[in-house]
C-alpha cells in the first residue's frame, strides 16, 4: 500500500512537470529564466528540520526526488518538475494537459533509463583496476582474497549488498545480519561470472548490465525497476564443501 501511495503521488505530482520538460519552445529565454531568477534572488538558508511534521515532508521530498532520478534531469528540466508540482498545488491552469503527456511519461522514462545505465557503466569500467567481462559484467577487486575460488558449481556463502543506479539501496545481507548460502550456478549470470574470480576472504564490486541481471522481469515486490544496472559488493565468506573432489 505505501508503494502505491508513493506511485501515485509521482504521478500526481511529478507529471505535469515531465511533460513541461517534453513541452516545445519557442525561444530559449524560459530555459534561462530560472537561473536568472537565482542570481537575482538571495540565497536562502535550508529549513531547519525540528518538527516531525517537517522531517516527514523532507522525507516526502527525499522520495520523489529518488523516484525521479534515473530520468537524469538537467538543472533546468529540474526546473520545470519544480514548476509543474507549484502549479499542481497552487492550483494554477496547467501549461500542457497532463492527459497527453501520460503516455509519453513512460517512453521518456524508458529513453533516459537506458541513458543512466550507459553512463553507470561507463563510470564504473574507468574505476580503477575495473575490469570488464565479455558479457559486459564490470569486476573490480575491492579487496584480495587467499582462499580458493568458487567454480559455477560450487555452493557459496557471502555477504552482500545491492544498490540501484541512484546509489539508493534495495538488498543487503548486512542489515539482516546473516551470510546467504546458494548455487553460484542458480543465481543472475552477473553473480556467477563475477563470483567466480573472487576468493575467500576477498571482496568485489559487481556492475551487472541489465542483460546479466534482471532484465524486464525483476523479483516481484522489489524496488528493482525493468531493465536496470544494478550494482553490488560481494564478500566471499567461504565455499561450503571440499570442491577440489569434485570433478
Keep these: 500500500m505505501r508503494m502505491q501511495w508513493k506511485a501515485a503521488l509521482v504521478l500526481m505530482l511529478g507529471a505535469p512537470g515531465l511533460a513541461l520538460a517534453q513541452a516545445p519552445t519557442k525561444s530559449s529565454k524560459p530555459a534561462a529564466a530560472p537561473e536568472a531568477a537565482a542570481k537575482a534572488a538571495p540565497a536562502q538558508a535550508p529549513v531547519e528540520l525540528k518538527t516531525e511534521d517537517q522531517k516527514t515532508i523532507y522525507s516526502l521530498g527525499l522520495s520523489l526526488g529518488q523516484s525521479v532520478t534515473a530520468l537524469a534531469l538537467t538543472p533546468e528540466e529540474l526546473a520545470l518538475l519544480q514548476r509543474g508540482i507549484q502549479d499542481a498545488v497552487a492550483g494554477t491552469p496547467p501549461a500542457v494537459d497532463p492527459k497527453e503527456y501520460a503516455a509519453k511519461l513512460q517512453t521518456l522514462a524508458k529513453a533516459r533509463m537506458a541513458q543512466v545505465n550507459v553512463a553507470t557503466l561507463d563510470r564504473a569500467s574507468k574505476e580503477p ?119
Design 129 to 247: 583496476g575495473a575490469n570488464r567481462l565479455p558479457s559486459g559484467v564490470i569486476y573490480r577487486e575491492l579487496k584480495a582474497g587467499t582462499g580458493k575460488s568458487p567454480r559455477a558449481i560450487d555452493t557459496v556463502k557471502v555477504h552482500y549488498q545491492g544498490t540501484l543506479v541512484d546509489g539508493s539501496e534495495f538488498d543487503s545481507s548486512y542489515k539482516r545480519g546473516m551470510a546467504v548460502e546458494f548455487p553460484l550456478n542458480g543465481v543472475i549470470p552477473c553473480w556467477t561470472q563475477g563470483v567466480q574470480k573472487m576468493k575467500v576472504g576477498g571482496k568485489a564490486k559487481l556492475t551487472c548490465p541489465a542483460s546479466t541481471a534482471y532484465g524486464e522481469r525483476p523479483p516481484t515486490g522489489s524496488r528493482i525497476p525493468p531493465n536496470a544496472v544494478l550494482t553490488f559488493e560481494v564478500e566471499l565468506v567461504e565455499i561450503p564443501g571440499n570442491t577440489a573432489a569434485t570433478p
